[in-house]
Structure formats: C-alpha cells, structure tokens
C-alpha cells in the first residue's frame, strides 16, 4: 500500500493506545472477554463497516494535503478487516438506562378526590334542551316521540302484536292452552270461539283412516257416555272460569309495559284452571266415563262375572299389579291414585292409565280382518273388558296370592294391606298363556315361529298405529300350544301365513308403549323415570331401555319404530342365554347371525324380511 495508507494505520493504533491508557479498568474486562484468535466473518465487516468509515473520515481530517485511500480495496484484505473493525469498536460496558419515576405517594392526611363531570352534564343538559329536527325518542319523555316542534304525544304500545292477540284470543274463547313461558305465549296462534264438542276431541277412541278399520261397537257408546257425563258436569264450571280468565285479560290490558311479566304471570296462572279437559274434568271421573261406569264397583263383583270365588287363581304378578285366572279370562288388578307405595313404587294414577285403557281398545281393532283393512293380526292381547274397583281385596283374591306366594315366593306385597278406600283399574283380558321365561321350548323350530310371530305383529302394527311397544321383556311374551299349523298376517294389504309348529304367542303389558291413532299421540314420557335406565349394567333388559333412550335421544313422544327391533334382538339373547331347547351348532350360528342382521334394520317391518323368516312365511295356508 503507499504512504498515507500508511500513516493512517500509524493514527489508528496509536489512537487505541492512548484510549487505552487512559481507560485501564475497561482494559482489562476488554482484554478478558476478547477471544484471541477469533476471526471475524465478511458479515461482522459489513455490519460495523459504518464505524470503521466514520473513523477513516475523521482521521482524514488530519491529512488534507493527502490523497484519499479506497476503503473498498482495503476491505478486500481479511486481516486488516478484523484489525480495523475491532479497532474501531465500541466495547465499552453501557450503562444501565435510568428507571421511570411513577407518581408521588399521597399524603396520608388527604383522600383521593372524585372526579368532578360538571362540564359532561352541562354539555348533556343543554343537547336535551336542543329541539331534534329528526325523528327519535325524546331524552324527557321516554314514552313518547318528538319530531322538530310537534307536541302531540301518542302512547308506545305496552305488548307487542302478536301478545295482544293471544290476549284477544283469551278475552273471546277461554279454551286456550295454559303459557309457562312468554316465548310460548308469542308462539300461540289466534283463535277464534269453537264449541265444546269442538274442544274436546273424542275420536282419540276412534281407528285412524289409514288403518281403514271399522269402529266395533263398544266404542260408539263408550264415547256418547263420555260426551254427555262430561258435559253435563263441566259445562258450567268453564262458564264460570271463563268469566274469571276475561276479567284477568282485561286487566291486562290496563297495565303498564313495566308490568309485563306480572300480568303474563297472572294470565298463565289464571288459564292454567280452564285450559284443557284434564284441568277441568277430575281423571277419576274421566275414567269412569270411558269404562262405562258412573260409580267404581268391587273387586268381587266383577270376578265373579267369570268365575266362583273360590276358584280364582294368581297366575302372575307384576311391579305394578297382579294377575289372576278367573275362568277363561285373566283380570290384571292395578292399584290407582292411592297414598301407599305398592312394592316400593308410587302407584299410578288415573290419568296414566287412561292412556293404557285407550291403547288397548285401539290394539283390539287388529284383530278384525275384513272389508277394506290394511293391517290386521292377532298378536296382541284380546281385552274384553276394562273396569274400575274400589274397596279391599276379596279374602278370596287374597287366598289365591298367598297359595301363589307359596309356590313361587312372591316379590309383590301382601294386597291385604290395601286400604278400605282403595281404588284399581282392572283389565279382563284373553288367557295368552304361559310366559317365555317359565315357558319351556321343545326345539328351534318353536324358537324360530316365536321370533317370527313377535316380528309380524310388530310390523303390523307399525303399519297401523305407529306402535311402539318399549317394554317387550320375556315376562311381557306369552306362549300356548294348540293345533294350527299357520297363523295369518294382514300387512299393508298383503296376506301373510306364518307356520306356527303348534305354538300361539301373544303379546302383553302395553303400560310403557307408544301408539299413534291417527288424532292423538299416547305414550309414557320415560324421562320422567330416570330410575328405569339405572339398572345393573350387563342385564339385557335394563340394557335395552338404556338403548332406546340413546334411539329417542330422551324425546319418548316422537314414532322410533327401532325399540322394537331393539327388542327383538333382546329375545334373541334370551334364546341364546337363557333358554334350553333341541337345536344344532347351525341352529345357533343362524340366530347369532339373526342378532347382528337386527342391527342394520330400523324397524320391524324391515326385519320381518331378513332371510332368517323367509321359509316361514308363505303364500297360503298350510
């Protein structure tokens, strides 16, 4: 390089020399850190490369009368790169920055002062004595509008349209629904005044068009002494809650918007006592009315209709009832609307098992087959007659539980101790027979014409009624031998013959199913019974109501025709668990191959397909 590159090389070093003289102590913690043979990259060169220059610049500040040296070229050399910028760096420790100083402590003596918003409600007060040229709520007078220099007022409406209404719809007809909630009562469509006849429907009783069955003719009278006791007892009575819910609606009215949920309480409160049939009609009353009576009538009585007192056998018991033999006929007794838990359970009351009665004069109508039917089968449980009892049990009714407790040791209660005013609804149905479990099967094929005939008298009545039967246990399937060879089968207008092997079945104990007539819905909201899906887990039947909840998702009103295939899989595992009978190691695998068929249906009609019936049915009668 020439002279003044030089000399300039000279004024560096002896620049830090004297840097460092003067600032022995960073020296040292310079000298400390400093690796000794480190190298500095191309990278380190570029990003100090503007402190080397200023530095350069200032040194040539000191030889004017020199020519300038390109930096550049210099920088090509990598030793004197890492001299020069290490030279030329700022190695010194930097100070710490100084702290920001928060505020001042108060002094003790003095309180913090409020903050004063006197300029806010000047500006505020003067915006609310400003005139609006615009259409908006006054600030002054919130239940009223302003608009530039208009004064008139008109009142904000204290209930929206569709609640003045329903409020209207109160005032001229009191046979509105009770409302719980404001969102239901904005839901109510308008109605206008309808009859009485019109208010209480009693075609419930009747069989839906589209099961094109004929009405028999018990229900024609059942119904007419229905219409009249009702009418002649509640008639009045609603004449008179029904002045009582216009005065509350024309209160109403008068008051304010601020009021509102006050008066819609009162509202619901007063139409909860006039709304519907079961509000106004007592049950017991009710069902009295549909069993054809005007006066509950005794135990005894009615037995003896059917057989001699002393001839009266139990045949069966249940977690709500007992069953007695009297003649040809079995009488299920149900203790109703009493204070006395019957085998540890509250007893039902009359409203529950209206729905039960109604249910089982429906079924009934499948066992006509003739005119224009659809659907017709003889499956389910013949009933003869419903009754309602009041009293104690007869001391003959208590001989045969006893002789039953005996033989069998009864898990049910005695019945003496009922007391003299209680009171039963008693079903005289048709002797079915024997129940699966104590039933005993011969062969596969009983097992197979027992399965086949539950799964057509299902689909049956899914094709009629929607039905649902949700309880179909082995104590709730009865078996009976007798001499048919086929059994006939009415299915959405196609006749079906099933072989039977000399074996009836039929099904019992509608308590817990659903059935649709076509004007109503019955069913027993199972939701309200949490304890029936808390039983031991690993038992089928317990593990086939937790399923239907998971079918229904808890909704029990709505039509799942899977519970009965559900069921039906449960009488499968039965068969499979439970009961002994001649069958092959074939036999076997076909019904476990059934079980997992079951599976893929969602409904009886479906299976009653499955390969598994296909050569038990036929075209024609065997």
């Known amino acids: 390089m020439g002279d003044s590159s030089v000399d300039l090389w000279a004024h560096l070093i002896a620049s830090q020399q004297q840097q460092n003289q003067e600032e022995n102590k960073i020296e040292v913690m310079y000298e400390r850190r400093r690796k000794p043979h480190q190298q500095h990259t191309h990278k380190d060169a570029t ?141 109510t469509p308008y109605r206008n005044l309808e009859s009485l006849q019109g208010e209480v429907n009693f075609s419930i009783l009747s069989t839906p068009k589209k099961s094109s069955f004929k009405d028999t003719s018990g229900f024609p009278s059942i119904q007419s002494r229905f219409n009249e006791e009702f009418i002649t007892k509640d008639v009045h009575e609603r004449d008179i809650n029904s002045r009582k819910s216009n005065a509350v609606s024309e209160s109403v009215k008068n008051e304010s918007c601020e009021d509102i949920e006050v008066a819609v309480k009162k509202l619901s409160l007063a139409s909860t006592s006039a709304s519907s049939v079961v509000d106004h009609v007592n049950p017991f009353s009710t069902l009295l009315a549909v069993c054809g009576q005007s006066a509950p009538t005794k135990l005894l009585d009615l037995f003896s209709k059917y057989s001699d007192p002393e001839n009266i056998v139990k045949v069966g018991e249940g977690t709500f009832g007992e069953a007695f033999l009297a003649g040809n006929t079995v009488c299920k007794v149900v203790p109703i609307d009493g204070d006395l838990k019957v085998n540890g359970e509250a007893q039902k009351k009359s409203e529950e098992l209206l729905e039960e009665v109604v249910l089982s004069w429906t079924l009934n109508h499948l066992r006509r087959n003739e005119g224009d039917t659809l659907n017709a089968c003889t499956t389910f449980v013949e009933t003869f007659e419903i009754k309602v009892c009041q009293g104690p049990y007869d001391a003959a009714l208590i001989q045969a539980w006893e002789d039953w407790d005996d033989k069998h040791c009864s898990e049910n209660d005695n019945p003496e101790e009922f007391p003299e005013n209680q009171r039963y609804i008693v079903f005289v149905l048709q002797h079915g027979g024997k129940d699966l479990e104590s039933f005993v099967l011969l062969n596969i094929n009983e097992a197979r014409t027992l399965l086949v005939q539950v799964t057509a008298g299902l689909a049956v009545a899914e094709a009629a009624y929607e039905f649902e039967h949700r309880d179909l246990h082995w104590g709730n399937v009865l078996l009976s031998r007798n001499d048919s060879v086929t059994m006939n089968f009415l299915l959405d207008g196609k006749q079906m013959f099933v072989r039977t092997f000399g074996l009836s079945v039929t099904i019992i104990d509608f308590t817990l199913s659903r059935i649709n007539t076509g004007e109503d819905i019955f069913f027993l909201d199972l939701s309200q019974d949490p304890e029936l899906f808390n039983g ?76 598994f019936f296909s050569d038990l049915i036929v075209d024609r009668p065997l």
């Open 47 to 187: 990003l100090n490369g503007m402190s080397f220059a200023a530095a350069a610049a200032a040194a040539g500040t000191n030889n004017t009368n020199k020519n300038r040296v390109s930096w550049n070229r210099s920088l090509s050399t990598r030793g004197r790169t890492s001299i020069a910028v290490g030279s030329c760096l700022d190695v010194r420790p930097q100070g710490k920055q100084a702290r920001r100083k928060g505020k001042p402590a108060l002094p003790k003596s003095k309180g913090v002062q409020p903050v004063s918003f006197e300029k806010e409600r000047e500006y505020f007060q003067e915006v609310d004595a400003f005139e609006l040229l615009e259409e908006s709520p006054s600030p002054k007078h919130f239940s009223t509008w302003a608009m530039g220099n208009q004064n008139d007022t008109v009142p904000i409406p204290h209930l929206c349209s569709r609640l003045e209404k329903w409020l209207l719809s109160k005032k001229f007809n009191y046979s509105c629904g009770p409302s719980s909630t404001l969102s239901k009562i904005l839901e």
């Open 536 to 611: 031991p887990k690993g038992d089928k039947q317990f593990d086939t109501y937790r399923k239907m909840k998971k079918v229904t998702e808890d909704q029990w009103e709505g039509s799942f025709p899977k519970t009965n295939v559900l069921w039906l899989v449960y009488l499968v595992d039965m068969l499979l668990l439970k009961k002994t009978f001649d069958c092959s190691s074939k036999d076997e695998r076909d019904l476990r191959s059934l079980k997992k068929r079951l599976d893929e249906y969602n409904s009886a009609k479906e299976a009653i397909f499955d390969p």
